[in-house]
């Protein structure tokens, strides 16, 4: 059974920053591709950064260019987004994803989500 567990999110202010992270297990971790998505309220699904398994490729929405980072650590089965200069329209439930495809429409595996809010 895979599960994906987010960590790390919380009440920031405008400017700072968060690390989330995101623990799998149940498959072969260095086999898929990670994203990292996020809803706000009243919005659609965003689809924020992503990273091959090998770590070699990686994707950002130009929402978050410059100032978010993925990485993972194959040996830990985790991948981490780092977010600096938070803005207020961060604000939203973050998701990590798994699919073997880094630009699927429709990632497989879905963990349950962490709130991260900043204030202004």
């Known amino acids: 059974q895979v599960q994906l567990v987010e960590s790390g999110g919380g009440l920031v202010q405008a400017g700072g920053s968060l690390r989330l992270s995101c623990a799998a297990s149940?498959?072969?971790?260095?086999?898929?591709?990670m994203g990292w998505f996020r809803q706000a309220p009243g919005k659609e699904r965003e689809r924020v950064a992503a990273?091959?398994?090998?770590?070699?490729?990686?994707y950002y929405a130009d929402s978050v260019k410059g100032r978010f980072t993925i990485s993972r650590d194959n040996a830990k089965n985790t991948v981490y987004l780092q977010m600096n200069s938070l803005k207020p329209e961060d604000t939203a439930v973050y998701y990590c994803?798994?699919?073997?495809?880094?630009?699927?429409?429709?990632?497989?595996?879905w963990g349950q989500g962490t709130q991260v809010t900043v204030s202004s």
């Open positions: 994803a798994a699919d073997r495809v880094l630009y699927s429409k429709t990632y497989d595996y």
């Open positions: 990273i091959t398994g090998s770590g070699s490729r990686t």
């Open positions: 149940g498959l072969t971790f260095s086999s898929y591709a």
